[in-house]
Structure formats: structure tokens, C-alpha cells
């Protein structure tokens, strides 16, 4: 039987004097994930200001001075982004990811949110029950996949651009991209990003990681093979395999068009809701 000392526990929203500890914490928690993560200062900040992290509506578990247990929030017009929940290995089976839960939805609402969403590995089940027993439900069901295509840069008379590349992108989205994916997540970014593209088709790529956020091929333009030529291109200009993450896997067309492209599947997340 395992017994633990008693828990000096305090539970307070974050402020952002507070991310060197949430570094820590992070690494800490994140070491034996599903998908063990391990992150510099310089990239978990690019990912909380991708993801639009309000520190004042995030929470942290103490224990004396040592935070234990976080809860990353990101924020956007009414709705909020669980962009990160860990608890450290020594904290874990005490209950202090329900009790951060218990504790920012009534803060979260007087903050002005109305939703509360949430991506979580499908096979990560402890978590998953977590969630629904919190009152979120699933909303969709999202694949994640890699391609390690090869390509040519500037071939087939695409474009490079370092910003949004001026076409109405969203008018042809099939569904709407996850919360790191979406429009307003890229503009916030500080990590360099090109746009390739033409009038016909677009992929927004994040050199750095190989992230590829939104592709999209004007309906009038599809299955000509631009989609497939984006992707070699996006592969060549970083150098290695893309990342594509969160494709909605309700949508058959995509992941016919990645299949047949050559990428593979990785990992399964379910985003999940909850009404505030």
C-alpha cells in the first residue's frame, strides 16, 4: 500500500512570474506521457503564445512552494483551451487534477468564457474519465499524422511567403480547424512560419518542427495533384518530417487525400467540450 505524506496544498491561478516553475513542472509531468515531451524556455513559450495562454485563467496545485500540478489555459473570444494539464509522478493518484478542475470552471465562467475545450490521446483513459466525469462530452474525434515526402521547393509555379498568404483560406475549409490549428492560433504565433501556395491552394508551415496547421486546395481545384505538391514542398523547405496534427476524422476526403499522398498515422486525440 502506498501512503503519502500530508499535502500542503494551495490552489491559485498562475501569473506569468510564475514560468520558470511551469517549465519545470511541465517537463516533469509531460517525462512519461503517451508522447513523453521534454521542452526548452524558447519552445514552451512559442506554444503557450500560439495557444493564446492567459496565465490569470490558468491554476497551479502547491505543494509548500513547489508547484505539483497546472492547468495551461489558453483564452479567445468566450471559449477557453485546455493547452497543457500535468501532474507531477511524486503527486499523482491524490485527486489534484479534479480539484483544478473543480476550481477554474466557476473561474473560468466569471472570466467570461462560455465553452471550455480540450484535446486528450485516446488511449490516455485515466484522463479521458477524468473529463467526462467533469461534464465534458466528446465533440470529435482527431487524427494526427506524419509525412516525410520529398520535394522541390518553388516547383509548379507555387509561391513562398513569410505571412498569411491573401486568398480566402477559410472559405474552403471542410471543417474547422482545432484550436492550435486555427486562424487566430497561427496570427499569435512568434515562430517564423512561410505561406506556400497560389491562387489555387495554400500550406502555412512552421519550419522549425515541420507543424503544418491548415492546407487547403480551392474545391474548383482539387484532386490535381496540388495538395501532394504542397506537402513535398513543405517537407523539402524544413527538412524533415511534417506534423499534421488534429485532422477532424469525420471527414473521409482528407484522410483519403493523405493516405494516398504517403503520410502515416500517428497518435488519436478526442477533443472534448464542456458548456460553461
Known sequence: MVTFRPLARKIRPLTREDFDTILSAFN?????????????????????????WSPELSAGVFDDERLVAFTANGFHGHTAYDSGTGVVPSHRRRGLAKQMMEFLVPHLRAGGAKRYVLEVIESNTPAATLYRESGFTVTRRLQCWSFAGEGAPGSDGTNRTDGTYGVPTEAWFEVAPSWQ???????????????????????????????????????????????????????????????????DDRHEGIARFLEAAGAMRTVAQLEMELPL
Open 28 to 52: 516533469e509531468a509531460f517525462s512519461d506521457y503517451v508522447v513523453p515531451m521534454k521542452l526548452t524556455r524558447e519552445q514552451l513559450e512559442a506554444m503557450f503564445t500560439r495557444r493564446g
Open 181 to 247: 490549428n486555427a486562424t487566430h492560433s497561427v496570427a499569435r504565433s512568434r515562430d517564423p512560419h512561410v505561406v506556400l501556395g497560389n491562387a489555387d491552394g495554400f500550406a502555412i508551415l512552421f519550419p522549425s518542427n515541420g507543424d503544418v496547421p491548415q492546407l487547403a486546395v480551392r474545391p474548383e481545384a482539387r484532386r490535381r495533384g496540388l495538395g501532394t505538391r504542397l506537402l513535398r514542398e513543405a517537407a523539402a523547405i524544413a527538412g524533415k518530417p511534417l506534423r499534421i496534427m488534429n485532422v
